[in-house]
């Protein structure tokens, strides 16, 4: 295959018409040919500027040199060292802003497409049947994970990689946290990905007990008191929905993004074999511009309805992946900006019938750097929609620091933890992730529960 240096070897789609249709995945990742031309673009740079730029500090030109040389398993093993979850991190981290922002072939022409890279490995290690390394011998020490989504899940493989004994206490039927019940499935395939990455991190020696709800079936204090666990790590991630407290936000049809996207994802409403109650919705009103809104959104567009995107401020200042904003507008969703919401309207069974919204404007720009947005006086306007879905951000859920003496919380109610070694105010108690950030982005989330490993070690080690 002919290889121009400054261009990216692209990745094949599903025709937009075709996939919002259906939930298969949208993007179809890199074949071997395709992997191995897009691999000898790397520079393997001395001083690799996009190791820097990952969070849990993959060594990439050292991994992409072993699929330049086709040699898939050494590639994997080279990932592996420093990642519990690559299928995932492959198709859902935002490398544009991480290693492929400072990746040195990007200044001329485009930079190296390393998370379809790190995808490519990782599925086809998976369909050769290639396992992560376990460790040798077991060193007699117990710890305990609550939660397991990428905080977790990263913190369990890295411990059991070093030889504890590790649990997860999951409060859900199924593990996965946020990869099981809040990323579609044509992002983020669950049986083919998700359910074998959490099998890879049970090989390595990690049990998983679900339908356990730290805080109501156990305490922290008991697991490390009563049930003989050397340190607990808290990856409960950040599952409480926030409301924007306007009138008629408590009709029928509305919804926050975590339960219809828990719904589809979880319980599988977007499949016809399964009975699970969700509204489709003829014409359907997102409220938020985030990566969730935009997972809301398309997910609502399969279902069958005409979506709307209301966001406050300009497209400029969208939080979501500029990809994903590219496919929701390739597939048809609507984006009106610069609107907010005033009023929900309710017909006589109290059922959504419309909502009022109001224009904005830019003025300066807020702590956040987004240039703030402004209502213009008497520019209200009824969007005409049946459903509303809520997707403004999400904070932690209190039963956990509201059960556990010593822990400390800050005033968006997260765990207040030290981002090196993730320590919280109480001994022996770690924490990482959505329930420390609030809600943030996988990879984030996974750097952290690596920082608390790496503490949970120094200190059992001691």
């Not at 009563?226 to 029928?252: C, H, K, Q, T, W």
């Not at 993004?257 to 489709?280: G, Q």
């Amino acid at each position: 295959m002919e290889v121009d240096v400054l261009k990216r070897v692209p990745v094949r789609e599903q025709e937009p018409k075709v996939r919002a249709t259906n939930f298969d995945e949208v993007c179809l990742g890199y074949n071997k040919e395709e992997a191995v031309a897009e691999a000898s673009r790397c520079l393997q740079c001395k001083n690799p500027q996009c190791v820097k730029g990952c969070p849990v500090n993959i060594n990439i030109p050292g991994f992409i040199s072993e699929l330049v040389k086709e040699n898939v398993e050494g590639a994997y093993q080279v990932i592996s060292q420093y990642s519990a979850l690559p299928s995932v991190c492959g198709r859902v981290c935002p490398q544009e802003s991480q290693c492929e922002a400072k990746c040195i072939r990007g200044i001329k022409g485009d930079a190296v497409s390393i998370g379809k890279l790190e995808r490519f490995t990782a599925d086809t290690a998976r369909e050769m049947g290639i396992k992560p390394t376990k460790a040798e011998k077991m060193n007699g020490k117990k710890v305990a994970v609550i939660g397991s989504g990428p905080a977790g899940l990263t913190c369990a493989g890295d411990l059991a990689k070093l030889g504890y004994d590790v649990t997860i206490f999951e409060a859900l039927h199924k593990a996965g946290g946020v990869l099981s019940y809040g990323i579609p499935e044509f992002r983020l395939p669950k049986n083919k990905v998700v359910d074998k990455e959490v099998e890879n991190v049970k090989s390595l020696g990690v049990k998983i007990e679900t339908n356990v709800v730290i805080g109501k079936a156990t305490t922290v204090d008991e697991l490390l008191d009563e049930e003989g666990f050397d340190a607990v790590f808290i990856g409960s991630g950040a599952g409480l929905p926030r409301f924007m407290g306007i009138p008629g936000e408590n009709a029928n049809g509305v919804f926050s993004a975590n339960e219809y996207l828990t719904r589809s994802n979880l319980m599988k409403a977007f499949d016809d074999t399964y009975e699970t109650p969700i509204i489709a919705g003829k014409k359907v009103a997102v409220v938020g511009g985030g990566n969730v809104a935009m997972d809301a959104a398309r997910t609502a567009l399969r279902l069958g309805a005409e979506v709307h995107i209301v966001y406050r401020r300009s497209e400029e200042e969208l939080p979501a992946r500029v990809e994903e904003v590219h496919h929701a507008k390739e597939e048809g969703i609507i984006f009106d900006l610069l609107s907010n919401p005033v009023e929900i309207l309710e017909d006589e069974e109290g059922n959504v019938k419309g909502m009022t919204c109001i224009r904005m404007e830019l003025g300066e720009p807020d702590e956040s750097g987004r240039r703030r947005p402004i209502e213009v006086k008497g520019s209200e306007f009824t969007l005409d929609v049946d459903t509303v879905i809520m997707s403004l951000g999400t904070s932690p859920n209190p039963l956990i620091s509201s059960t556990t003496k010593g822990l400390d919380i800050n005033k968006r109610k997260c765990i207040v933890a030290e981002e090196e070694n993730g320590q919280t105010s109480k001994a022996k108690v770690y924490a990482g992730g959505d329930a420390v950030t609030g809600a943030a982005t996988v990879i984030l989330a996974m750097g952290a529960g690596k920082a608390a490993a790496k503490g949970i070690h120094e200190y059992l080690s001691k």
